[in-house]
Each structure stands twice: as structure tokens, then as C-alpha cells.
């Protein structure tokens, strides 16, 4: 909802428009507009992007449009405008929860990240400055789980709605933003980390879908994927719909002050080259795992100690990856970068994570 120049009253009159019987003063003009039955829209975000504002400013008028929007339908939920991502914007969130917390229903932080520079330059410094962004995102959603745990303890449903997040590096281009391998590999880390964080993380979409900052790029001729699409496509089919526990043992890099980054952020330390979610369905049939190895050069030879299987699982393996970390699909190659599926007969002793790669691992009762 506009609360820049829109008022309560206008707020509320959306939500008679969209859910109100078709006899209501506004469900009537929806009628006579071609839709008679009511849209029945739950989630309305109040306000985008506010920052500006000022944190009082905005909590207090969230609450004056709560209190319009929901004597209009009592069922909505209702979304407060969230940080700007990163550290120094943090007590934005305290002030909306602490002045508005009883009336939220989720908060949105939006969350853009990336590292511009395409060059293996330095000992791939730059590739590793990209891979390392996924960290910072997930320190957002975790200071979020933890302050709406210690201000709302009586509240678990109220959620964290990351409802803009994405790698954006290429503003000099404008909004058209193509993607390459190292981007797929950042967001599959945000992915396993929206996963271990889901407990108050029920929303978090990537901005946009199409050209503008999209997962697929279309000209008037042509549509073709980029590889962020392929990673949002295995996790999207193939993660189960409960999250497991999961815990990785490995070695970890520090990022140092380096030029290239759309916004100026602290050096990310502790970046662990894996990065791993698991997930499995409800009747325990199914488990999946989802690696992402950072690291540049080496492959990694891991132990997968592992409870709760299938006995004698069907086991299938996607992987997305290409030999160049910055390598994109593209009008010409539309398809440089697939993933590759296989099966095997069993994990082994081992399993050996390329390097810079997306590993997908379902393991599923025959």
C-alpha cells in the first residue's frame, strides 16, 4: 500500500475492492469491472522501501493502516517495510517491532548483494569476493529470527518476508542484469540459508523474474534462462517441504577490502568453501541435499555422515556448473550452462564436490 502520498482510508478501500462481496460499495465496482467473485488477497505489504521516512514516522503510520485495512477483513496479514540490508541499517527493524510489533505480521528486509568485477585476477579475489555475498544475507535473516524471538517470544507466527533479495551488480547497464555461474553459486547459498533460517523465514523472493534483474532473459525473438534460474529451478522441484538439521566441518576464507561492490560493505570472514541445506518430505521418503562448494580450484572430498534415510535409496545427483566460474547463457549460447543429472548405486565412503559447483542429491525410497 502507497503511504507516501496515500492515506488509511485509501488503504482500506483496496482491501474492500479486492475481498469484499461483489453487493459492497467497492465489491460492486469490481463486479462491474468483469470480476465479481472476491480476489481474496491475504498478504498486503504496507508501504515499499520507506526508508526515508524515518523508522517512528513509518511504524506509527503502519499502525494507522493496520487499524483501517483490517476493520475491512480481519484476515489479511499484513507486511512492514524491513531494513536496507547490512549491519549499519539494523535499527530500523528494533523501531518497527517496538513500536508496531503487536500488529505486525511480518517484516521485509530487502537484501541486494554482489561484486561486480568478472576477473580471475589476484587468485580469483574477485570470484571469491561474489561467492562470499550469500553470508551477509543470511546474517540479516538471522539478526531478524533473533530479535523477533527475544521481542515477540509469545509470537512464532509473525515472519520474516524477505520479499526483495537478488545479486545486483551491473547498474551500468541499467535494469537488464544477465548471470553467470559465481551469481547461481551466491544464490544457492542465500537458498540454504533461507532454509536453516525457515523457522521465521516463510517468505523471501528474488527480484525480478524477467530482464530486470531477471532469472530469464527474453528478447523479441528469443527466452533463455540464466544459470541463477537453473539453481532456483532444483531447488524448487526437488527440496523437500520439511527442513533437517544440517551441520558442515569445513575450511573457511576471509574477503578483504576489495574495489568493485555496488555498495560498500565490510570484509566477510569465516566463509566456509561449503555450504549445505537438507531438506526431506513429510512421510521421511525422500531426503535431498544441497551443496554449494565455493571454492575456486579444488574439489572436496567430504564424509556425509547421514541419519534418517530411506533404507536402500534411489539416489539421483544434478549438478550446475561449467570450467568458467563467469560463464552466462546468452542470446548466441543460450544453453553454455545446464545442469547434469546422474544416478548412482550408492554415496560411498565419500563424496567429492567439484569445485565451484551446485551439487543436488535426492535420495528417495524405491
Not at 45 to 65: I, P, S, T
Not at 164 to 177: K, L, N, P, S, Y
Not at 272 to 293: E, F, I, K, Q
Request: net charge negative.
Amino acid at each position: 500500500m502507497n503511504v507516501r502520498t496515500g492515506t488509511p482510508a485509501e488503504a482500506a478501500a483496496w482491501v474492500a475492492y479486492c475481498n469484499e462481496p461483489a453487493d459492497g460499495p467497492q465489491g460492486s465496482r469490481r463486479a462491474a469491472n468483469g470480476h465479481p467473485e472476491p480476489f481474496g488477497v491475504r498478504i498486503w505489504d504496507v508501504g515499499n522501501e520507506g526508508w526515508d521516512l524515518g523508522a517512528e514516522w513509518y511504524a506509527h503510520r503502519f499502525l494507522e493502516y493496520a487499524r483501517a485495512m483490517r476493520a475491512v477483513d480481519p484476515a489479511i496479514k499484513l507486511v512492514a517495510v524491513g531494513h536496507n540490508g547490512g549491519r549499519r541499517d539494523r535499527a530500523w527493524d528494533e523501531t518497527i517491532v517496538r513500536i508496531a510489533g503487536r500488529e505486525i505480521d511480518a517484516i521485509a528486509p530487502h537484501h541486494y548483494v554482489g561484486h561486480r568485477v568478472k576477473s580471475l585476477d589476484g587468485d580469483g579475489v574477485h570470484y571469491y569476493a561474489n561467492v562470499a555475498c550469500a553470508k551477509p544475507v543470511e546474517e540479516t535473516l538471522a539478526f531478524d529470527v533473533q530479535l523477533l524471538d527475544s521481542q515477540l517470544p509469545d509470537r512464532p507466527e509473525v515472519a520474516i518476508a524477505m520479499d526483495e533479495w537478488g545479486v545486483w551488480t551491473q547498474i551500468d547497464q541499467g535494469m537488464r542484469h544477465n548471470y553467470d555461474l559465481s551469481d547461481a553459486l551466491v544464490a544457492a547459498a542465500v537458498l540454504n540459508a533461507i532454509q536453516r533460517q525457515a523457522r521465521r523465514v516463510r517468505i523471501a523472493n528474488w527480484a525480478q523474474i524477467v530482464d530486470c534483474l531477471g532469472l530469464i532473459q527474453a528478447r523479441r525473438d528469443l527466452v533463455w534462462t540464466t544459470p541463477v534460474y537453473e539453481a532456483y529451478r532444483l531447488y524448487a522441484t526437488i527440496c523437500g517441504a520439511e527442513v533437517c538439521p544440517c551441520v558442515v566441518t569445513c575450511a573457511t576464507y576471509d574477503t578483504g577490502p576489495v574495489a568493485g561492490l555496488r555498495r560498500p560493505l565490510p570484509p566477510i570472514t569465516d566463509v566456509p568453501y561449503l555450504d549445505a541445506g537438507a531438506t526431506r518430505d513429510p512421510d521421511g521418503r525422500r531426503v535431498v541435499l544441497t551443496v554449494v562448494n565455493r571454492h575456486l580450484t579444488q574439489p572436496m572430498d567430504c564424509h556425509l555422515d547421514l541419519a534418517g534415510l530411506p533404507p536402500d535409496p534411489v539416489i539421483r545427483v544434478e549438478e550446475l556448473n561449467h570450467p568458467d566460474v563467469f560463464a552466462m547463457n546468452t542470446a548466441g549460447a543460450p544453453t553454455t550452462i545446464q545442469v547434469i543429472e546422474r544416478t548412482l548405486s550408492s554415496l560411498g565412503a565419500t563424496f567429492r564436490f567439484p569445485a565451484h559447483s551446485l551439487t543436488v542429491i535426492e535420495l528417495r525410497s524405491r
